[in-house]
C-alpha cells in the first residue's frame, strides 16, 4: 500500500515511522524539507522535496499539520495536492482540525472521488512512539474500515464518532478538559503551595481520589515536580484546540461559559509565553501571577 505521509512534525514524526515497513510503501514529505530527509535516514522510506510527488500514485494520503488551514491550503491552495492525488485515493487527516473546514476539504475531494477522514490522535509523543494512540474518526464506515489498517500501525483505540468533522469535534472538546485540568490543577496546587502544603503530597492525595485526572497523574509529576518541560506539544496548538471548541460550541448555541473562558486563559497564556512554550508551561502563568512557586 503506497501511503504518502506529509507533516513531520513532533507527532508526526513517530507516527509516520510506524510506516516504513511493508505492506507500507510510504513516501514522507515536510515543509522544511531538510527533517523528511533526517527522517529517511533514521527510520526508512523515501521523501519527496515537493508534496505534489509525494502523493503521485499514492493509495492513502495523511496529513499531520497544524491546523485545518494548512491543511486546506496544502490541498486546494497555489500548487496545492488536489490534482496530483490519484482519483479513488483516501485522504486521512491527522490534524487536530475544526469540523467546518474538514468538511470544505472532503467536499473538495470527493469531486475527485477521494475519501476524507479526519483522524485526530491523542496520547502525545510517547503514545505515537508506543504506537498506543487513541484516534477519533469521522467520515463514512467505509472509509474508515479502508484507513483502519493504516491507522491500527500508530493507533490501539479508534473510534468512529461520525461523519466528517465528528473526530474534530471530539478532539476539540478532549482538548478543553485538558487545558480546564492543566489551569485548575495549577491553581490548585498554588494555593496550596502557599498553605505550606509541598506539591507531591498534593498529588499523593488527589490521584488517590476524584480530583485526578491525566494532568495531575502523568503530566505535573514529571514536569510541574520535576521542573522539567519537554516540548511535546506545543501551547500555541492547545489554545488553537480549545478555541475551536469554544466556537463550535457557540455556533451550536451551547453556553460554555468555563470553555470560553479557559480559552480566554490559554490564549494569554500563549501571548506570555511565545510560539514554542509547552503546554504544561502554562503553570509557570499561574505561579507568577500567585508569586508562589508550585514544589
Ligand atoms: P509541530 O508544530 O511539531 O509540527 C507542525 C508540522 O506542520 C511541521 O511538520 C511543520 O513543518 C508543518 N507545517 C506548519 N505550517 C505549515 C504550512 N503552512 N504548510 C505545510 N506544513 C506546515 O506540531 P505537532 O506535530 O505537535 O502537531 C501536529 C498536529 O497534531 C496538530 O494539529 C496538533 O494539535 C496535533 N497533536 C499533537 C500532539 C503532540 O503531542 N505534539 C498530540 C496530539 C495531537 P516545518 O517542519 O516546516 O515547520
Known sequence: ??????????????????????????TVWNRTTGKAENFVKEHGGRSATIARQAVEGADVVI??????????????????????????????????????TSKAIAKALAARNIDFVDAPVSGGVKGAIAGTLTIMCGGSVEALERARPVLQAFGQKIVHCGSVGAGDAVKAMNQALLAIHIWSGGEALATLAKLGVEASVALEVINGSSGRSNTSENLFPERVIGRAYPRTFKLALLDKDIGIAADISAENDVPTPLIDLAAELMARAHTELGEEADHVETVLVIERTAGVIIS
Open 1 to 26: 500500500m503506497r501511503v504518502a505521509f506529509l507533516g513531520l512534525g513532533a507527532i508526526g514524526t513517530p507516527m509516520a515511522a510506524h510506516l516504513t515497513q511493508p505492506p507500507f510503501d510510504l
Open 63 to 100: 496529513t499531520c499539520l497544524p491546523s485545518s488551514r494548512e491543511v486546506k491550503a496544502l490541498v486546494e491552495g497555489d500548487g496545492g495536492i488536489l490534482s496530483a492525488i490519484p482519483d479513488g485515493a483516501l485522504f486521512i487527516d491527522c490534524t487536530s482540525g475544526d469540523p467546518a
